[in-house]
């Protein structure tokens, strides 16, 4: 993943690729109470509506690996306001919306 560092500011001054392991059967596999790919409920839950109803995005109780663990929502995040979050870092990082629409 890439990590980027901003000034107080808010300017990027620097970032660093970091390489981790993820095991395979944790992509394709949630135990009970588990989430993964936590960007996609936070897409899901705070996503600009006319881009979920595009690309046919309902809830994460409709995707097989968003819903196997029975863990839709976790305690004490807020998806929603997470991903106005990321959105916010691509902006400042200068990714416009047509851009960001793309990515997601």
């Known amino acids: 993943y ?9 300017e990027p001054v620097g970032g660093v690729t970091n390489n981790f392991l993820l095991e395979k059967t944790r ?4 135990q009970r109470g ?3 790919f936590h960007i996609f409920y936070q897409l899901l839950a705070g996503g600009w509506p006319e881009l979920l109803q595009q ?3 309902g809830g994460p109780e409709d995707f ?3 819903g196997q663990s029975g863990t839709l929502y976790a305690d004490n995040m807020d998806d929603a306001t997470m991903f106005r979050e990321v959105v916010q870092a691509m902006e400042i990082v200068k990714i416009n919306h047509d851009e960001q629409w793309h990515i997601f």
């Open 64 to 66: 097989a690996y968003t």
């Open 2 to 10: 890439l990590q980027l560092y901003f000034s107080d500011r808010g």
């Open 34 to 36: 588990e989430r993964t």
């Open 27 to 30: 992509v394709t596999f949630q």
């Open 55 to 57: 690309v046919q995005l």
